[in-house]
Nanobody, 125 residues
Framework: EVQLVESGGGLVQAGGSLRLSCVAS????????MSWFRQAPGQEREAVSA????????YYAGSVKGRFTISRDNAKNTVYLQMRNLKPEDTAAYYC??????????????????WGQGTQVTVSS
């Protein structure tokens, strides 16, 4: 059974930091690019960051570039999202996703094969 389990969300004040983790099982983690998406209430799911299998290729949405860092540990089947200088507009449910192939279309949710259930991040002003 394929599973992606996110953790690390919570309530933090603006300017604070959080590190999200996503542990994968049930598929060959090394073969999949991994991404983080987020969705705020009433809004569409938004791509935040992605990392290739190697991980030589990394993408960030403009709204988080310079504040968020994505990384992966293939030995632990885990992808991370370090979030710094959080802002109230970062408040959302954060989801990790796995794609067998990834390119410049990394922002398209339809490209992903597997999804986690999400972890809530709330940033207070």
């Amino acid at each position: 059974e394929v599973q992606l389990v996110e953790s690390g969300g919570g309530l933090v004040q603006a300017g604070g930091s959080l590190r999200l983790s996503c542990v994968a099982s049930g598929f060959r983690f090394d073969d999949y690019a991994m991404s983080w998406f987020r969705q705020a209430p009433g809004q569409e799911r938004e791509a935040v960051s992605a990392i290739s299998t190697s991980p030589k290729t990394i993408y960030y949405a403009g709204s988080v570039k310079g504040r968020f860092t994505i990384s992966r540990d293939n030995a632990k089947n885990t992808v991370y999202l370090q979030m710094r200088n959080l802002k109230p507009e970062d408040t959302a449910a954060y989801y990790c996703a796995a794609a067998f192939t990834m390119g410049n279309d990394w922002t398209y949710a339809s490209r992903y094969n597997y999804w986690g259930q999400g972890t809530q991040v709330t940033v207070s002003s």
